[in-house]
Protein backbone atom coordinates (compact mmCIF):
# COMPACT_ATOMS: atom_id res chain seq x y z
CA UNK A 1 0.00 0.00 0.00
CA UNK A 2 1.41 3.50 -1.26
CA UNK A 3 -0.97 5.60 1.35
CA UNK A 4 -4.06 4.70 2.34
CA UNK A 5 -6.92 6.88 1.84
CA UNK A 6 -8.45 7.10 5.82
CA UNK A 7 -12.10 8.43 5.26
CA UNK A 8 -14.06 5.54 5.86
CA UNK A 9 -15.55 3.39 3.02
CA UNK A 10 -14.72 4.81 0.50
CA UNK A 11 -16.22 8.30 1.57
CA UNK A 12 -15.26 11.43 -0.10
CA UNK A 13 -12.90 14.11 2.16
CA UNK A 14 -16.06 15.68 2.00
CA UNK A 15 -17.62 12.97 4.39
CA UNK A 16 -14.90 13.51 6.46
CA UNK A 17 -15.09 17.07 6.88
CA UNK A 18 -18.88 17.34 7.64
CA UNK A 19 -19.64 19.46 9.55
CA UNK A 20 -22.48 18.84 12.44
CA UNK A 21 -25.46 20.79 13.26
CA UNK A 22 -23.95 21.76 16.67
CA UNK A 23 -26.68 24.01 17.54
CA UNK A 24 -28.96 21.07 17.19
CA UNK A 25 -26.76 18.57 18.91
CA UNK A 26 -26.91 21.03 21.99
CA UNK A 27 -30.46 20.48 22.52
CA UNK A 28 -30.52 16.80 22.47
CA UNK A 29 -27.19 16.02 24.56
CA UNK A 30 -28.23 14.27 27.72
CA UNK A 31 -27.05 13.65 31.00
CA UNK A 32 -28.40 10.14 31.53
CA UNK A 33 -25.63 7.93 31.84
CA UNK A 34 -24.56 3.91 31.17
CA UNK A 35 -25.64 1.32 33.71
CA UNK A 36 -23.17 -1.03 32.86
CA UNK A 37 -19.73 -1.02 34.44
CA UNK A 38 -17.99 -2.90 32.07
CA UNK A 39 -16.02 -4.76 34.80
CA UNK A 40 -16.06 -8.51 34.38
CA UNK A 41 -14.38 -11.24 36.14
CA UNK A 42 -10.80 -10.53 37.75
CA UNK A 43 -11.66 -6.99 37.58
CA UNK A 44 -11.13 -6.80 33.44
CA UNK A 45 -12.61 -3.50 32.25
CA UNK A 46 -13.93 -3.96 28.73
CA UNK A 47 -14.99 -1.12 26.82
CA UNK A 48 -16.73 -0.04 23.27
CA UNK A 49 -14.90 2.09 20.94
CA UNK A 50 -17.46 2.85 17.91
CA UNK A 51 -14.51 3.61 15.59
CA UNK A 52 -15.97 5.05 12.07
CA UNK A 53 -13.43 3.18 10.15
CA UNK A 54 -13.74 0.33 7.06
CA UNK A 55 -11.76 -0.91 5.02
CA UNK A 56 -7.66 -0.14 5.63
CA UNK A 57 -8.65 1.93 8.41
CA UNK A 58 -10.74 -1.14 10.50
CA UNK A 59 -7.89 -3.23 9.26
CA UNK A 60 -5.71 -0.81 10.40
CA UNK A 61 -7.13 -0.79 14.14
CA UNK A 62 -8.24 -4.45 14.36
CA UNK A 63 -4.45 -4.86 14.54
CA UNK A 64 -3.70 -2.12 17.19
CA UNK A 65 -6.28 -3.76 19.79
CA UNK A 66 -5.00 -6.91 19.27
CA UNK A 67 -1.47 -5.69 20.01
CA UNK A 68 -3.02 -3.90 22.86
CA UNK A 69 -4.28 -6.79 23.89
CA UNK A 70 -1.74 -9.03 23.99
CA UNK A 71 0.44 -6.06 26.11
CA UNK A 72 -1.57 -6.46 28.92
CA UNK A 73 -4.80 -8.49 30.53
CA UNK A 74 -6.94 -5.67 32.14
CA UNK A 75 -8.56 -3.90 29.42
CA UNK A 76 -10.25 -5.39 26.28
CA UNK A 77 -11.66 -3.13 23.53
CA UNK A 78 -14.28 -3.92 21.87
CA UNK A 79 -15.08 -2.66 18.20
CA UNK A 80 -18.56 -2.16 18.45
CA UNK A 81 -21.03 0.56 16.99
CA UNK A 82 -21.03 -0.33 13.01
CA UNK A 83 -21.71 3.12 11.40
CA UNK A 84 -19.76 5.12 9.19
CA UNK A 85 -17.86 8.01 10.52
CA UNK A 86 -20.01 10.66 8.70
CA UNK A 87 -22.78 9.01 10.28
CA UNK A 88 -21.51 8.96 13.88
CA UNK A 89 -22.23 12.59 15.22
CA UNK A 90 -26.43 11.60 14.54
CA UNK A 91 -25.69 8.08 16.15
CA UNK A 92 -24.09 9.56 19.24
CA UNK A 93 -26.71 12.23 19.67
CA UNK A 94 -29.41 9.57 19.61
CA UNK A 95 -26.78 7.48 21.96
CA UNK A 96 -26.52 10.28 24.45
CA UNK A 97 -30.16 11.04 24.89
CA UNK A 98 -31.32 7.13 25.23
CA UNK A 99 -28.37 7.18 27.75
CA UNK A 100 -26.51 4.23 26.44
CA UNK A 101 -23.07 5.47 24.64
CA UNK A 102 -19.56 4.39 23.45
CA UNK A 103 -16.61 4.89 25.58
CA UNK A 104 -14.75 6.08 22.55
CA UNK A 105 -16.38 7.41 19.37
CA UNK A 106 -14.20 8.75 16.18
CA UNK A 107 -16.21 12.33 15.93
CA UNK A 108 -15.08 14.96 13.38
CA UNK A 109 -13.28 17.57 14.50
CA UNK A 110 -15.93 20.09 13.59
CA UNK A 111 -18.17 17.99 15.42
CA UNK A 112 -16.25 18.57 18.72
CA UNK A 113 -17.67 21.97 19.80
CA UNK A 114 -21.17 20.95 19.45
CA UNK A 115 -20.54 17.08 20.95
CA UNK A 116 -18.26 18.62 24.29
CA UNK A 117 -21.52 20.40 25.29
CA UNK A 118 -22.74 17.06 26.61
CA UNK A 119 -21.48 16.77 30.60
CA UNK A 120 -20.66 12.98 29.69
CA UNK A 121 -17.55 13.91 27.20
CA UNK A 122 -14.80 13.19 29.73
CA UNK A 123 -12.19 16.44 29.56
CA UNK A 124 -8.61 14.85 28.55
CA UNK A 125 -6.51 17.43 29.66
CA UNK A 126 -4.45 15.22 32.13
CA UNK A 127 -4.46 12.29 29.96
CA UNK A 128 -2.71 13.67 26.89
CA UNK A 129 -0.32 16.59 28.78
CA UNK A 130 1.24 13.75 31.07
CA UNK A 131 0.98 10.97 28.73
CA UNK A 132 3.96 9.25 26.99
CA UNK A 133 4.12 11.52 24.54
CA UNK A 134 4.41 14.90 25.41
CA UNK A 135 1.69 16.93 24.79
CA UNK A 136 4.34 19.92 23.24
CA UNK A 137 5.29 17.24 20.75
CA UNK A 138 1.99 17.18 18.83
CA UNK A 139 1.56 19.11 15.92
CA UNK A 140 0.17 22.62 17.30
CA UNK A 141 -3.09 22.08 14.81
CA UNK A 142 -3.71 18.76 16.48
CA UNK A 143 -3.70 20.55 19.98
CA UNK A 144 -5.83 23.29 18.76
CA UNK A 145 -8.02 20.90 17.23
CA UNK A 146 -8.85 19.00 20.61
CA UNK A 147 -9.28 22.30 22.81
CA UNK A 148 -13.18 23.92 23.44
CA UNK A 149 -12.78 26.84 25.32
CA UNK A 150 -9.15 26.17 27.08
CA UNK A 151 -9.84 22.54 27.80
CA UNK A 152 -8.65 19.04 26.17
CA UNK A 153 -12.00 17.61 25.16
CA UNK A 154 -10.53 15.04 22.58
CA UNK A 155 -7.74 13.18 21.36
CA UNK A 156 -6.12 13.85 17.91
CA UNK A 157 -7.00 10.77 15.74
CA UNK A 158 -6.47 11.84 12.14
CA UNK A 159 -4.21 14.62 10.35
CA UNK A 160 -4.29 15.52 6.97
CA UNK A 161 -3.13 19.00 5.18
CA UNK A 162 -3.70 21.17 1.86
CA UNK A 163 -1.68 20.76 -0.69
CA UNK A 164 -1.87 21.50 -4.81
CA UNK A 165 -1.14 18.18 -6.86
CA UNK A 166 -0.48 19.08 -10.58
CA UNK A 167 -0.56 16.62 -13.92
CA UNK A 168 3.05 16.99 -14.91
CA UNK A 169 1.98 16.04 -18.79
CA UNK A 170 -0.02 18.42 -18.92
CA UNK A 171 2.00 20.97 -17.62
CA UNK A 172 4.32 20.03 -20.23
CA UNK A 173 1.82 19.80 -22.52
CA UNK A 174 1.09 23.44 -21.89
CA UNK A 175 4.54 24.49 -21.79
CA UNK A 176 3.63 25.54 -18.71
CA UNK A 177 6.86 25.03 -15.64
CA UNK A 178 5.43 23.64 -12.67
CA UNK A 179 4.91 25.70 -9.67
CA UNK A 180 7.40 25.95 -6.94
CA UNK A 181 7.08 26.74 -3.10
CA UNK A 182 6.41 30.52 -2.61
CA UNK A 183 4.24 30.84 -5.24
CA UNK A 184 1.70 33.16 -5.19
CA UNK A 185 -2.37 32.62 -5.88
CA UNK A 186 -1.88 35.42 -9.11
CA UNK A 187 0.38 32.46 -10.39
CA UNK A 188 -2.17 30.28 -9.28
CA UNK A 189 -4.80 31.95 -11.58
CA UNK A 190 -2.26 32.30 -14.58
CA UNK A 191 -1.32 28.67 -14.45
CA UNK A 192 -4.79 27.69 -14.49
CA UNK A 193 -5.81 30.14 -17.25
CA UNK A 194 -2.82 28.54 -19.18
CA UNK A 195 -3.47 25.08 -18.84
CA UNK A 196 -6.93 25.04 -19.68
CA UNK A 197 -8.18 24.20 -22.96
CA UNK A 198 -11.74 23.73 -23.97
CA UNK A 199 -11.01 21.96 -26.91
CA UNK A 200 -9.76 18.80 -25.64
CA UNK A 201 -12.20 19.01 -22.55
CA UNK A 202 -8.50 20.40 -19.89
CA UNK A 203 -9.56 22.16 -17.28
CA UNK A 204 -6.82 23.84 -15.22
CA UNK A 205 -8.13 23.47 -11.80
CA UNK A 206 -11.20 22.53 -9.97
CA UNK A 207 -13.27 23.59 -6.64
CA UNK A 208 -16.29 21.97 -4.77
CA UNK A 209 -19.66 23.61 -6.05
CA UNK A 210 -22.10 22.53 -3.34
CA UNK A 211 -21.45 24.90 -0.54
CA UNK A 212 -20.79 22.36 2.02
CA UNK A 213 -17.67 21.71 4.17
CA UNK A 214 -15.75 20.88 0.95
CA UNK A 215 -16.17 23.90 -0.93
CA UNK A 216 -15.46 25.89 2.21
CA UNK A 217 -12.59 24.41 3.74
CA UNK A 218 -10.23 25.25 1.00
CA UNK A 219 -10.84 29.30 1.33
CA UNK A 220 -9.57 29.37 4.96
CA UNK A 221 -6.21 29.67 4.25
CA UNK A 222 -6.98 32.35 2.15
CA UNK A 223 -8.59 34.17 4.76
CA UNK A 224 -5.83 33.64 7.46
CA UNK A 225 -2.87 34.48 4.62
CA UNK A 226 -4.49 37.90 4.84
CA UNK A 227 -5.02 38.55 8.30
CA UNK A 228 -8.74 37.28 8.82
CA UNK A 229 -9.97 34.78 10.90
CA UNK A 230 -13.14 32.41 10.92
CA UNK A 231 -15.08 34.55 13.90
CA UNK A 232 -14.19 38.38 15.15
CA UNK A 233 -12.01 39.48 18.33
CA UNK A 234 -15.56 40.59 19.79
CA UNK A 235 -17.04 36.73 19.16
CA UNK A 236 -20.08 38.48 17.61
CA UNK A 237 -19.12 38.70 13.78
CA UNK A 238 -17.06 37.00 11.58
CA UNK A 239 -13.56 38.21 11.09
CA UNK A 240 -13.44 38.03 7.21
CA UNK A 241 -15.80 40.06 5.68
CA UNK A 242 -12.73 42.48 4.70
CA UNK A 243 -10.59 39.97 3.68
CA UNK A 244 -12.90 37.47 2.06
CA UNK A 245 -13.68 39.73 -0.45
CA UNK A 246 -10.74 39.57 -1.81
CA UNK A 247 -10.50 35.89 -1.35
CA UNK A 248 -13.43 35.17 -3.34
CA UNK A 249 -12.40 37.61 -6.02
CA UNK A 250 -9.42 35.29 -6.59
CA UNK A 251 -12.37 32.33 -6.91
CA UNK A 252 -14.64 34.42 -9.05
CA UNK A 253 -11.59 35.20 -11.36
CA UNK A 254 -11.44 31.47 -11.77
CA UNK A 255 -14.50 31.35 -12.77
CA UNK A 256 -14.71 34.38 -15.09
CA UNK A 257 -11.72 32.73 -16.47
CA UNK A 258 -13.46 29.57 -17.39
CA UNK A 259 -10.54 27.58 -15.94
CA UNK A 260 -12.00 26.05 -13.18
CA UNK A 261 -14.77 22.93 -13.06
CA UNK A 262 -16.84 23.57 -10.81
CA UNK A 263 -18.26 20.00 -9.34
CA UNK A 264 -22.09 19.58 -8.92
CA UNK A 265 -22.20 17.12 -6.69
CA UNK A 266 -21.35 16.18 -2.54
CA UNK A 267 -17.99 14.74 -2.56
CA UNK A 268 -15.98 15.87 -4.82
CA UNK A 269 -16.15 12.78 -6.82
CA UNK A 270 -16.37 13.97 -10.64
CA UNK A 271 -13.74 16.90 -9.86
CA UNK A 272 -10.98 14.32 -8.53
CA UNK A 273 -12.59 11.80 -11.70
CA UNK A 274 -11.80 14.34 -14.55
CA UNK A 275 -8.22 14.91 -12.57
CA UNK A 276 -8.07 11.17 -12.83
CA UNK A 277 -8.73 11.04 -16.29
CA UNK A 278 -5.80 13.31 -17.12
CA UNK A 279 -8.39 16.53 -17.94
CA UNK A 280 -7.37 18.68 -14.85
CA UNK A 281 -3.95 20.35 -14.23
CA UNK A 282 -4.31 21.12 -10.41
CA UNK A 283 -6.26 20.09 -7.86
CA UNK A 284 -6.61 21.61 -4.20
CA UNK A 285 -6.47 18.09 -1.94
CA UNK A 286 -5.15 16.23 0.89
CA UNK A 287 -3.13 13.22 1.07
CA UNK A 288 -6.17 10.72 0.83
CA UNK A 289 -6.21 11.29 -2.43
CA UNK A 290 -2.55 9.84 -3.52
CA UNK A 291 -3.63 6.41 -4.02
CA UNK A 292 -6.25 7.43 -6.72
CA UNK A 293 -4.29 9.41 -8.33
CA UNK A 294 -1.60 6.65 -8.27
CA UNK A 295 -3.66 3.88 -9.81
CA UNK A 296 -5.04 6.27 -12.31
CA UNK A 297 -0.92 6.12 -13.47
CA UNK A 298 -0.77 10.26 -13.03
CA UNK A 299 2.25 11.24 -13.22
CA UNK A 300 2.10 14.44 -10.41
CA UNK A 301 3.93 16.85 -8.61
CA UNK A 302 3.08 18.23 -4.91
CA UNK A 303 3.46 21.74 -4.31
CA UNK A 304 2.34 23.96 -1.14
CA UNK A 305 -0.41 25.86 -1.25
CA UNK A 306 0.05 29.61 -3.12
CA UNK A 307 -0.53 32.27 -1.15
CA UNK A 308 -1.11 35.98 -0.98
CA UNK A 309 2.12 37.05 1.02
CA UNK A 310 4.52 34.62 0.60
CA UNK A 311 4.53 33.14 4.01
CA UNK A 312 3.36 29.04 4.31
CA UNK A 313 0.14 28.73 5.23
CA UNK A 314 -2.32 25.56 4.69
CA UNK A 315 -5.21 23.83 6.58
CA UNK A 316 -5.42 20.96 8.69
CA UNK A 317 -8.49 19.13 9.35
CA UNK A 318 -8.17 16.72 12.22
CA UNK A 319 -10.33 14.73 13.38
CA UNK A 320 -10.35 13.14 17.57
CA UNK A 321 -10.77 10.08 19.81
CA UNK A 322 -13.52 11.46 22.12
CA UNK A 323 -14.28 9.63 25.37
CA UNK A 324 -17.32 9.85 26.89
CA UNK A 325 -18.10 9.09 30.80
CA UNK A 326 -19.68 5.33 31.36
CA UNK A 327 -18.20 5.28 35.03
CA UNK A 328 -14.56 5.73 36.27
CA UNK A 329 -13.15 1.81 36.02
CA UNK A 330 -14.35 2.51 32.04
CA UNK A 331 -13.31 6.10 31.94
CA UNK A 332 -9.67 5.07 33.56
CA UNK A 333 -9.39 2.30 30.66
CA UNK A 334 -10.48 4.54 28.00
CA UNK A 335 -7.96 6.91 28.74
CA UNK A 336 -4.80 4.44 29.05
CA UNK A 337 -5.82 3.09 25.68
CA UNK A 338 -6.31 6.40 23.67
CA UNK A 339 -3.00 7.57 25.03
CA UNK A 340 -0.99 4.00 24.29
CA UNK A 341 -2.63 4.86 20.81
CA UNK A 342 -1.60 8.18 20.70
CA UNK A 343 2.00 7.03 21.21
CA UNK A 344 4.64 6.79 18.55
CA UNK A 345 5.23 3.11 18.42
CA UNK A 346 1.14 3.18 17.27
CA UNK A 347 0.10 5.88 15.66
CA UNK A 348 2.93 4.90 12.89
CA UNK A 349 1.38 1.71 12.26
CA UNK A 350 -2.23 3.74 12.15
CA UNK A 351 -0.39 6.47 9.50
CA UNK A 352 1.15 4.63 7.73
CA UNK A 353 -1.73 1.88 7.19
CA UNK A 354 -5.21 3.81 7.46
CA UNK A 355 -3.55 7.10 6.18
CA UNK A 356 -3.02 9.74 8.68
CA UNK A 357 -0.18 12.45 8.90
CA UNK A 358 1.85 11.64 12.13
CA UNK A 359 0.18 13.46 14.91
CA UNK A 360 3.14 14.27 17.02
CA UNK A 361 7.53 15.16 16.13
CA UNK A 362 8.50 11.96 17.62
CA UNK A 363 5.63 9.64 15.26
CA UNK A 364 7.24 11.26 11.84
CA UNK A 365 11.04 11.05 13.38
CA UNK A 366 10.25 6.86 13.02
CA UNK A 367 11.78 5.35 10.82
CA UNK A 368 8.51 3.41 9.54
CA UNK A 369 6.91 7.20 8.66
CA UNK A 370 10.26 8.03 6.71
CA UNK A 371 10.45 5.14 4.84
CA UNK A 372 7.05 5.30 3.91
CA UNK A 373 7.38 8.97 3.16
CA UNK A 374 10.30 8.74 0.90
CA UNK A 375 8.68 6.15 -1.32
CA UNK A 376 5.76 7.82 -1.72
CA UNK A 377 5.55 10.74 -4.04
CA UNK A 378 4.84 13.77 -2.78
CA UNK A 379 3.94 13.10 1.10
CA UNK A 380 6.27 14.85 2.20
CA UNK A 381 4.93 18.53 1.06
CA UNK A 382 2.14 17.12 3.18
CA UNK A 383 4.03 16.70 6.33
CA UNK A 384 5.73 19.77 6.07
CA UNK A 385 2.93 21.53 5.65
CA UNK A 386 1.67 20.73 9.63
CA UNK A 387 4.63 23.57 10.46
CA UNK A 388 2.51 26.08 9.56
CA UNK A 389 -1.08 24.83 9.63
CA UNK A 390 -3.58 26.21 11.41
CA UNK A 391 -7.22 24.45 12.20
CA UNK A 392 -10.75 25.94 11.96
CA UNK A 393 -11.64 26.94 15.20
CA UNK A 394 -13.50 24.50 17.57
CA UNK A 395 -16.92 26.69 18.28
CA UNK A 396 -20.46 25.86 18.18
CA UNK A 397 -21.16 28.67 15.81
CA UNK A 398 -18.90 27.22 13.19
CA UNK A 399 -21.70 25.04 11.55
CA UNK A 400 -23.78 27.98 10.35
CA UNK A 401 -20.58 30.06 9.36
CA UNK A 402 -19.63 27.45 6.95
CA UNK A 403 -22.82 26.91 5.47
CA UNK A 404 -23.02 30.96 4.95
CA UNK A 405 -19.39 30.80 3.59
CA UNK A 406 -20.34 27.96 1.25
CA UNK A 407 -23.56 29.98 0.06
CA UNK A 408 -21.31 32.74 -0.61
CA UNK A 409 -18.73 30.54 -2.67
CA UNK A 410 -21.33 28.64 -4.51
CA UNK A 411 -23.04 32.15 -5.65
CA UNK A 412 -19.47 33.60 -6.66
CA UNK A 413 -18.23 30.47 -8.49
CA UNK A 414 -21.79 30.06 -10.33
CA UNK A 415 -21.70 33.77 -11.46
CA UNK A 416 -24.77 34.58 -9.31
CA UNK A 417 -23.20 37.56 -7.37
CA UNK A 418 -19.96 39.61 -6.35
CA UNK A 419 -17.47 38.60 -4.08
CA UNK A 420 -19.05 41.92 -2.39
CA UNK A 421 -22.45 41.16 -1.92
CA UNK A 422 -21.80 37.73 -1.36
CA UNK A 423 -19.90 38.66 1.84
CA UNK A 424 -22.27 40.81 2.90
CA UNK A 425 -24.93 38.28 2.85
CA UNK A 426 -22.49 35.72 4.69
CA UNK A 427 -21.53 38.18 7.36
CA UNK A 428 -25.51 38.56 8.56
CA UNK A 429 -26.03 35.29 8.62
CA UNK A 430 -23.23 34.12 10.46
CA UNK A 431 -23.90 37.45 13.27
CA UNK A 432 -27.27 35.78 13.65
CA UNK A 433 -25.62 32.68 14.84
CA UNK A 434 -22.54 34.13 17.10
CA UNK A 435 -25.01 36.35 19.28
CA UNK A 436 -27.41 33.40 20.08
CA UNK A 437 -26.27 32.76 23.53
CA UNK A 438 -24.29 29.55 23.83
Known sequence: MVFGRHHPAGLSRRGVLRVGAGA???????????????VGA??????????????TGRAALEGLVEKFHRAQSGIRVDLGGGVPADAMLQKITAALASGSYPDIAYVFGSDLAGVARSPKVVDLGETLRSGPTPWGDYWESARAAVTVNGKVRAAPAMLDALAVICNKRLFEDAGVPLPQPGWTWNDFLATAQRLTDARRGVFGTGWPGVGDEDTVWRLWPMVWDLGGDVVAEDGRNIGFKDVGVRALETVDALARSKSVYIDPKPGSEQMYQIFGSGRMGMVLTGPWQIPDITQAEIDYHVVPLPTYSGR?????????WTVFDNGSARVRAARTFVSWLNQPDQDVVWDVEAGSLPLSRAAEARSEWREHAARTNGLEVFTKALETARVR?????YPQISMALGEAIVSVLLGKSSPTRALNRCAAAAKAALVIPR
Open 24 to 38: AVAATLSACASTDDG
Open 42 to 55: GGRVTIEMWHGQTD
Open 312 to 320: PLTICAPDT
Open 393 to 397: PVHPA
